[in-house]
């Protein structure tokens, strides 16, 4: 069983930047794929960021692409999603989630790959 309990979530102006945090517990956080996906008001749930198991291997939705950096410090359990130039439009609840791999080369994009959620940060951009 993983717990993921993400923070650092807020309301910014556009422009502006944020850095979401994910902490997992348990003992393996190195055996999974790591994503973050966002729902926005009133949409479907949608994918943002994924990062393998050693976070060698990133994958970005198009939208974000140069403006997020997701990253992963596995000493400390912990999955990051660096924010910038941030956009009204990306205003939403942000997840994180987990998923058991046992390939390093593996990236998932699907929610329903991924079998741990945490509770969601809300991010609020304004312009």
């Known amino acids: 069983q993983v717990q993921l309990v993400e923070s650092g979530g807020g309301l910014v102006q556009a422009g502006g930047s944020l850095r979401l945090s994910c902490a997992a517990s348990g003992p393996t956080f190195s055996s999974y794929a790591m994503g973050w996906f966002r729902q926005p008001p009133g949409k479907e749930r949608e994918f943002v960021a994924a990062?393998?198991?050693?976070?060698?291997?990133?994958y970005y939705v198009d939208s974000v692409k140069g403006r997020f950096t997701i990253s992963r410090d596995n000493a400390k359990n912990t999955v990051y999603l660096q924010m910038n130039s941030l956009k009204p439009e990306n205003t939403a609840v942000y997840y994180c989630a987990a998923t058991f791999t046992r390939y390093d080369s593996n990236l998932y994009t699907r929610p329903l790959d991924y079998r741990y959620w945490g509770q969601g940060t809300q991010v609020t951009v304004s312009s």
């Open positions: 990062i393998s198991r050693s976070g060698i291997m990133t």
